[in-house]
């Protein structure tokens, strides 16, 4: 299994370019989360999906739009990218499976897409 | 206020010591907690779940209080390979994890 897959890995953009991040995740996981990591931040939650059609905010939503067409993928967006988004994007998924009550809540995180705004 | 707050470190312990880490979170309608692992440049791995009643996993040790809202981790006898960056996280429910900035943990020689 693949686990959980994030693409691009790298990406450059000039401020005002758009972009999308995939996400895709294998397990058959109901939950899906966005994250970014900044130096002495730690991780905040960009937003998250509790399913396949639903979306929520997180803590730092503000300049990105997501989307969860299919239940095994999980876009992040960003129509107009700025410097302040500079930093590394993490997707995961969680074990729990609402409908069963079951799973231990771990989160299985993809390898990071990091993202440089010029 | 931060939901989840820990001492960023970095902790430099010998081979073979003791090293202990704390965080507290905010949020005392939190559900579940969980002590990550992040190598540098990598993605953060379950370490270990918390429990009410403290659990173990080897070397490691940890500990929930409820009513400090504190949480804590034990590693016993460091590895070199022990050296990463620890991330405390606090979920208010499946819905949502806070993460910590996470504590660096320097094992040496």
């Known amino acids: 299994n693949a686990g959980v897959t994030q693409t691009p890995k790298f990406r450059v953009l000039k401020t005002g370019q758009s972009m999308t991040l995939l996400c895709a995740q294998d397990?058959?996981?109901?939950?899906m989360y966005w994250y970014r990591q900044d130096p002495g931040m730690g991780l905040r939650l960009i937003h998250y999906?509790?399913?396949?059609?639903?979306?929520a905010k997180g803590e730092v939503p503000d300049g990105y739009n997501v989307s969860r067409l299919k239940k095994q993928n999980f876009l992040l967006g960003l129509e107009s990218a700025a410097p302040s988004q500079t930093s590394v994007y993490f997707c995961?998924?969680?074990?729990?499976?609402?409908?069963?009550?079951?799973?231990?809540?771990?989160?299985?995180f993809g390898e990071g897409s990091r993202l440089t705004v010029l | 206020r931060k939901e989840v707050e820990q001492d960023p470190g970095p902790f430099n312990v010998p081979e073979g010591a003791t090293v202990a880490f704390n965080c507290t979170y905010s949020?005392?309608?939190?559900?579940?907690f969980f002590w990550y692992r992040q190598d540098c440049r990598k993605e953060p791995k379950l370490l270990m779940s918390?429990?009410?009643s403290g659990n173990e996993d080897g070397r490691f040790t940890a500990q929930l209080n409820r009513a400090s809202q504190y949480i804590s981790l034990l590693i016993r006898d460091s590895k070199l390979s022990d050296s990463a960056t620890y991330l405390c996280?606090?979920?208010?429910?499946?819905?949502?994890?806070?993460f910590g900035s996470g504590t660096k943990l320097n094992v040496k020689p």
């Open positions: 996280v606090s979920g208010d429910n499946f819905n949502k994890f806070y």
């Open positions: 995961a998924s969680n074990t729990f499976q609402p409908t069963q009550g079951i799973g231990t809540g771990e989160l299985f």
């Open positions: 918390v429990y009410s």
């Open positions: 397990m058959n996981h109901e939950y």
């Open positions: 999906s509790v399913g396949e059609g639903t979306t």
């Open positions: 949020n005392s309608a939190s559900q579940s």
